[in-house]
Nanobody, 125 residues
């Protein structure tokens, strides 16, 4: 699976951005696609995930209610709509795909087999 993340940029506090993760190479029917982020000087952390089959979604506590993950199966693309952005959302955002994930493992980046290159989101105060 090849993943291509895009859509990052600069935005002011309270603004919105939509990230895209385009997948190619094989069917994602047995995969979950997640978003992780890494802020300067911090470890990479889980943001959100969507199961390709069924569309079940999960969010970290820090973004729940502000971010929405969705997918377009026909386009092989996962989106992360980010609203009410805050300076602490500033990070490089990565999309990743993993197979055989269950709810207890969605948060564990070691469970994801494929990673995109990352896209930078900068939120200014």
């Amino acid at each position: 699976v090849q993943l291509q993340a895009s859509g990052g940029g600069w935005v002011q506090t309270g603004g919105s951005l939509r990230l895209s993760c385009s997948a190619s190479g094989r069917s994602l029917s047995n995969y979950a696609v997640g978003w992780f982020r890494q802020a300067p000087g911090k470890e990479r952390e889980f943001v959100s995930v969507i199961r390709w089959s069924g569309g079940t979604t999960y969010y970290s506590n820090s973004v729940r209610g502000r971010f929405t993950i969705s997918k377009d199966s026909a386009k092989g693309t996962v989106y992360l709509q980010m609203n009410s952005l805050r300076p602490d959302d500033t990070a490089v955002y990565y999309c990743a795909a993993g197979s055989g994930l269950i709810q207890s493992t969605y948060y564990d980046q070691r469970r994801y087999n494929y990673w995109g290159q990352g896209t930078l989101v900068t939120v200014s105060s």
